[in-house]
């Protein structure tokens, strides 16, 4: 019987702290607060649905910087998971161009409602 490579890819009862503190070397209440994000998420979304991940994200109304963090967040999960992690680059971009959009349509609505 070989080992597993991957924590969590098998074995669950380890848990996603565990994992956090031990393989991603966190302090123990950053694990925690990272681990009731993801519980918040399973309660929103399909965690194993990525589009439905990307559509959440996207429609959100937090702050950039706030979607990285739950980007990695969840990037960290799907490690634990034993899946690939997410490309944090390209949800950057696409949060960042989605940021200019809406920018640019708060500015519309300024001009629309002095005139």
Not at 10 to 18: K, L, M, R, S, Y
Not at 57 to 64: F, L, P
Not at 100 to 105: F, K, Q, S
Request: aromatic content about 10%; charged content about 30%.
């Amino acid at each position: 019987m070989g080992s597993n490579p991957i924590p969590g890819a098998i074995n669950e009862p380890t848990g996603f702290v565990e994992y956090l503190t031990k393989a991603r070397r966190l302090a123990l209440p950053r694990s925690y607060t990272r681990s009731r994000i993801i519980w918040s998420l399973d309660n929103r979304i399909n965690l194993w649905d990525l589009k439905a991940f990307e559509n959440y994200i996207e429609d959100s109304k937090v702050t950039n910087v706030r979607k990285e963090v739950v980007s990695q967040i969840y990037s960290d999960w799907c490690r634990w998971k034993g899946g690939r992690a997410i490309n944090l680059k390209s949800n950057r971009e696409r949060f960042q161009k989605s940021h200019i959009i809406h920018e640019r349509i708060h500015a519309t609505c300024r001009e629309a409602s002095n005139v």
